[in-house]
């Protein structure tokens, strides 16, 4: 008996010597190597002890440097980016990198939408119903019509079901929640993204401090390997160039220069926004023509038709700034996504507001008729996509190498790509509600156009010969992400659920006045049961109360006040703080 608990002490002391030395190597971790070397000298141990705390840390030390490295080899399209940086920038960098931004949001809706509605349904039903008549024939690839349209694809593929098991589950509910969850989520990673961004690239960002920083303090010199010098060496001279370029001082006009600098911009401004309300006018009269929606190759008419608009009419506006001459890239490239961003909301606009008022009314399941179109919208912008890589970069080329010498290597037309991205991406926040699946082919249609846009820039593209800083792009782009698009997205889904009537003979909220009608019928049920009585409340007095989201309103906007005077004190409290270092010195 004495013998075990010699054991069992001897085991304790032990263990808290182990327990011991691990709080020292990690107090020892978080010092500098100087303090780390002082603090071990100090240490009142033997030397062989001391000895075995170098050790330690330098095992922990390589195997933090071993994680790192390994984290760095497994991100996605690590290389890729160092390479696109190093020789064009980070202006053409922020397209990739949000490229790679959106194809984490799909990968996210994917799993989500795949694993709360359609995994359940195939456990419960695992065979469509799909009429003895309709076969697989290819065209379904191009007009989502057909075979696809009795299958999980689209919303008339599910159904108003509750499975009775071992546990009950509500297809409405499920259907309803997860894409509400989905969207309140995006939101709020939107705006946590946006904040972080503006942070850090407007509050936090100096071009001076960071061009001294660049210049003295930048420089890896652990980086042996020849080509990653080589590459960091380019890398740093694309980020001073970038740097210096910002300070340039705007040339001063004459006054008949400015009239006609100021005649040019009106024209050109006049004759953009003509161009956008026009395909707008075109996009609704093909859809008011009787065309007949049941034949399918009629149906790729007006994707074709869009697409085709959203491929010419923003080379329009890239021709419109050979005359303009704006003074900065920055300022060119903010008035090409304005261009851009109202072209894309006028035909959104349109393609909404005949989905939500003609189709709704005319077809007995038109979610999945609205479904469809989503997907030949999203199909055909792959395309061309594709068609515009090669026209617009890769002949662009030809012509500027061997028969039209003076116009040059093209260069990477940021503005334009990264508003096709959004417009890419709308589309399948839009169509979450009527084709769940619609991430999917956004995933796919991403990841292929990652590495056809990084084929064509190198091969045909040249880096940009002005240079501006554009770490403060990326948050202008998740600004315009959030609002109007996503923003807009968010409102089409909500009056779709709130206010159009779900088809009766399709879908899983069939029967109901309207979709959200499905949170009423729930919290009816959940009265009867007295465990459930605070969810009640909760929907009673806090979700449906005017009340609450005013105050929400409200304490939004003051905490948005406070930050903001935060924010500008801070700002100046760093310029009297660098006045008072130049006072010094």
Known sequence: MQLLQRQQAALCLVILCLTEEQDLVKELLAMSARDRTRAI????????????????????????????????????????????GGKFGSSVLSYFVFLKWLLMFNIFSFLVNFGFITIPLLVYDPSPNIPPNVSFRGLELLSGAGYFTYTVMYYGGYNNATTVGQVEYDMQLAYFFTIAVYMVLCGIALIFSMASSFRQNYVLADSVSDSAWQLLCSWDFSVTNERAVRQRRNNLRVQLKESLSEKDQEELL???????????????????????????????YLYTENWSLSQEAETLLV???????????????????????????RRQIYTLVVRNVFLRLVILAVLCYYWMNVVAEKFSCWESMVGQALYRLVIFDFLFLMLGSFFGE????????????SLGVPEFDVARNVLDLIYAQTLAWIGIYFSPLLPAIQILKFFLLFYLKKVSLIQNCQPPRRSGRAAQMRTIFIFLLFFPFFVGALSVV????????????????????STFTVVEVWMTDLEGLSDSQWVVWIYQHVIRSELFYFLVTLIIIV???????????????????????????
């Open 254 to 284: 004459t006054l008949s220069e400015k009239l006609r600098h100021y005649g040019v911009h009106f024209g050109s401004w006049l004759l953009s926004t003509g161009l956008a309300v026009g395909c707008g006018a075109s996009i609704y």
């Open 559 to 585: 905490i948005i006040y406070i930050f903001w005077q935060v924010t500008k004190g801070r700002q100046e409290l760093i310029r009297l703080l660098r006045q008072q270092i130049i006072n010094v010195s």
């Open 303 to 329: 994707p074709f038709v869009v697409s085709l608009m959203n491929l010419a009419i923003p080379l329009f506006y890239s021709l419109f700034n050979k005359f303009e001459h704006y003074s900065s890239q």
């Open 494 to 513: 909500a009056y779709t659920a709130w206010t159009l009537s779900p088809s009766e003979q399709c879908g899983p909220f069939r029967g109901l006045n």
């Open 41 to 84: 000298r100090d240490l009142p141990m033997s030397f062989e002890e001391k000895k075995h705390i170098r050790l330690l840390l330098k095992s922990f030390r390589r195997a933090g440097y071993s994680i790192k490295s390994a984290r760095q080899t497994l991100e996605l399209w690590q290389g890729i980016m160092k390479e696109i």
């Open 394 to 405: 890769f002949l662009s080329n030809v012509i500027g190498t061997r028969l039209l010498p």
